[in-house]
């Protein structure tokens, strides 16, 4: 059974950085498009970041400059590096893996408060 298991999220104030982790277990990890996505409570689920299985890079114009997607193939992870966070970042936070099927982590909560 494919899981993503994300970590990293947490409680931060506004200027602040978090690092999100996610790791894959049972895909040809190298093979998949990996993202990460967020949701609000009643708000459809967005595109923050995701990053190809060559290492191209895409990103939602709200995190552009921010937020930076990575990965590391020989350990199944992507990262979300997430800097000059701001309260509207505060959101769950998904991971997403796509190739021919599309898997999600159960997600992480990011909260901006001061």
């Known amino acids: 059974q494919v899981q993503l298991v994300e970590s990293g999220g947490g409680l931060v104030q506004p200027g602040g950085s978090l690092r999100l982790s996610c790791t894959a277990s049972?895909?040809?990890?190298?093979?998949?498009?990996m993202g990460w996505y967020r949701q609000a409570p009643g708000k459809q689920r967005e595109l923050v970041a995701h990053?190809?299985?060559?290492?191209?890079?895409t990103y939602a114009d709200f995190v552009k400059g921010r937020f930076t997607i990575s990965r590391d193939n020989a350990k199944y992870t992507v990262y979300l590096q997430m800097n000059s966070l701001k309260p509207e970042d505060k959101d769950d936070y998904y991971c997403?893996?796509?190739?021919?099927?599309?898997?999600w982590g159960q997600g992480t909560q990011v909260t901006v408060s001061s």
């Open positions: 997403n893996a796509q190739l021919w099927n599309t898997y």
């Open positions: 049972r895909i040809t990890f190298n093979r998949y498009t």
């Open positions: 990053i190809t299985s060559e290492g191209r890079t």
